[in-house]
């Protein structure tokens, strides 16, 4: 059986879901004829970079084109889509690295198209090309042939030398909302025909979290159980996830200080084989929409040390010991501190600091002061969080669109490279203190340094 997200690859433009700025892209592109001879997709895997490298090849090979789409009836199109024509080669970089295919690639260059009017290759992530085989590409890019084109896909932008870069094309892909996903749920389990909830489907387009591919590999995941009808319940035990009702009553365990039902509970858990991590992430998710929507900020650190959790979790031979030994220390710890969970009262725990900068929800506006959240980095004794502090105390950033970035001048590698690192940390600490900002995206004007700085470079850098 053909895997569902190759059978449902986009056969036009129209079809490609999330990713409008790229049709409309290729759209005026192909009305104007300004085709480029270097194209770079970059964007998270299964967000459609294969799948418009192959429409672009297709449209441009068409014997007979509808617009900017192509016929896929042709034999030209046909071929393309069996992979058997001629002009379009495609290179997988990750499992071929070298000079020779590169270099056969440049040689190859020279023969016009045999069958269509462009040859193109397509060279999928071409950042793991070796030195030799990019300058080598390099070289090709400097004096491509009328004929060619290159479309290098990659999902680490960061790790192509800016050489390559400057001389092509970028065209960014994005993850993929979860309605736009829902809706290509729809289409493909309507053209199988199997009816399936809501709930299913929002459970899927969440676990995907943006990549199209995904959301189809677990969607046949759940069909190849389920037969013609799939329900909530059937989607959350094949994908091994936790209904609402157990992930609540785990947060309130944890809360409420109540370490037999917690250790009941992970009888349970271990016994129906289903993963802890899993039941630790989606109390993360569940404990974000708490914090958001109740500005329950005592809750952030429970968020943070689940984190914690399954870092060690993703490591460990005995799972069960490792689950155990946290979530019942933290349960200690919860018991004396006295937080509620289900509180509209403001916590307990919110220093005068923290109270007063939330206010009213509302999805456009992004609100939040940089230095507060520098000032609770700081007052914070973890080493993460200090090193935090000092990686962004003098930046500057923005806040728009959801998103908080921050901006690292040519001199600040070191400072960028520790922002990286603790991302995730940073993400909850950002949550916590901006309205309306879901995302942080870290910004480095200069060439990264490959290895992550010594201590000795961190502490120069801390006490300078
Ligand atoms: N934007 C999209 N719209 C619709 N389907 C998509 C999209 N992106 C990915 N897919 C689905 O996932 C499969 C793999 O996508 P692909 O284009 O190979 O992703 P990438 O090259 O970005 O990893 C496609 O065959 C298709 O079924
Ligand atoms: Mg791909
Ligand atoms: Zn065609």
Do not use: W
Request: charged share 30%; aromatic share 10%; proline share 2%.
């Amino acid at each position: 059986m053909v895997s569902l997200y190759r059978k449902y690859r986009s056969k036009t433009f129209d079809e490609l879901i999330g990713q409008d700025h790229v049709r409309r892209y290729f759209a005026n592109a192909l009305d104007r004829k300004e085709i480029s001879h270097a194209y770079i997709f970059t964007g998270p895997r299964g967000t459609g970079k294969t799948s418009t490298a192959r429409l672009l090849a297709k449209v441009l090979n068409c014997c007979d084109p509808d617009g900017y789409n192509p016929c896929n009836n042709c034999d030209n199109c046909r071929a393309i889509d069996e992979g058997s024509f001629m002009d379009v080669i495609e290179l997988d970089a990750a499992s071929n690295r070298g000079i020779d295919e590169i270099r056969e690639i440049r040689d190859s260059t020279n023969y016009r198209p045999v069958h269509g009017k462009y040859k193109v290759y397509i060279i999928d992530e071409f950042h793991m090309l070796t030195k030799e085989a990019f300058n080598a590409l390099l070289k090709t890019l400097e004096e491509p042939p009328e004929h060619v084109i290159f479309i290098l896909a990659t999902t680490n932008l960061e790790k192509v030398p800016q050489t390559i870069i400057s001389r092509a094309q970028l065209i960014n892909f994005k993850n993929i909302r979860e309605k736009d996903i829902v809706m290509l749920l729809k289409r493909v389990s309507a053209q199988e025909g199997v009816t399936i909830d809501e709930k299913s489907l929002s459970i899927i387009s969440k676990r995907a979290k943006g990549g199209a591919r995904d959301a189809l590999s677990l969607f046949e995941q759940v069909m190849k159980f389920c037969s013609k009808e799939v329900t909530s319940s059937e989607t959350l035990s094949i994908l091994g996830l936790f209904d609402d009702n157990m992930v609540e009553e785990f947060i309130s365990f944890l809360i409420s200080g109540d370490v037999d039902n917690l250790l009941k509970l992970s009888s349970d858990l271990f016994e129906s084989g289903k993963e802890p991590e899993a039941l630790i992430e989606q109390s993360i998710e569940k404990l974000f929409i708490k914090i958001k929507n109740d500005k329950n900020y005592a809750l952030v650190k429970l968020v943070r040390e689940l984190n914690e959790v399954n870092k060690d979790l993703k490591y460990s031979e005995n799972k069960k010991a490792v689950f155990e030994i946290y979530v019942t220390s933290l349960a200690y710890g919860y018991k004396k501190l006295d937080i509620h969970y289900e509180s509209n009262v403001i916590s307990q725990v919110v220093n005068s600091i923290e109270e007063g900068f939330f206010t009213e929800d509302s999805e456009q506006v992004c609100e939040g002061d940089y230095h507060i959240m520098l000032q609770k980095l700081a007052n914070d004794s973890s080493k993460m969080n200090l090193g935090l502090f000092f990686a962004l105390r003098d930046k500057s950033y923005d806040i728009s669109e959801g998103r908080l970035t921050i901006f690292f001048p040519e001199e600040s590698s070191i400072e960028y490279q520790i922002t990286k690192k603790y991302l995730s940390e940073l993400k909850i600490n950002v949550l916590g203190t901006f309205k309306g900002v879901s995302e942080v995206k870290p910004v480095f004007a200069g060439d990264v340094k490959k290895d992550f700085p010594s201590n000795q470079d961190i502490s120069s850098k801390l006490f300078s």
